[in-house]
């Protein structure tokens, strides 16, 4: 059964930081692409970020620079970076594996950008 679970939310200030981890269960995990998605209040769920199997990252042009998505092969884990972080930021985080044409999701992390 795959499983997994976000942590590392909570209300940070503008500016501030906050670091994402995902540990992800059930799934030989290093040969797979994850990936980070957010969904705010009233708005639809957007991608944030993708990591491939081998590493290679990708960014959203709104936290380029800003945000940064890691994994741990050793111990099947996904995180994200986020630095200078903005009110528009807050949402509640997602973890993502697609795997054989099924998404995969975690509960969800909520960050909150307010001073």
């Known amino acids: 059964q795959v499983q997994l679970v976000e942590t590392g939310g909570g209300l940070v200030q503008p500016g501030g930081s906050l670091r994402l981890s995902c540990v992800i269960s059930?799934?030989?995990?290093?040969?797979?692409?994850m990936g980070w998605y957010r969904q705010a209040p009233g708005l639809q769920r957007e991608l944030v970020a993708t990591?491939?199997?081998?590493?290679?990252?990708n960014h959203v042009d709104s936290v380029k620079g800003r945000f940064t998505i890691s994994r741990d092969n050793v111990n099947n884990a996904v995180y994200l970076q986020m630095n200078s972080l903005k009110p528009e930021d807050t949402a509640v985080y997602y973890c993502?594996?697609?795997?054989?044409?099924?998404?995969?999701w975690g509960k969800g992390t909520l960050v909150t950008v307010s001073s």
């Open positions: 993502n594996a697609a795997i054989g044409g099924v998404n995969y």
């Open positions: 059930g799934i030989s995990f290093r040969l797979y692409a």
């Open positions: 990591i491939s199997s081998g590493g290679a990252i």
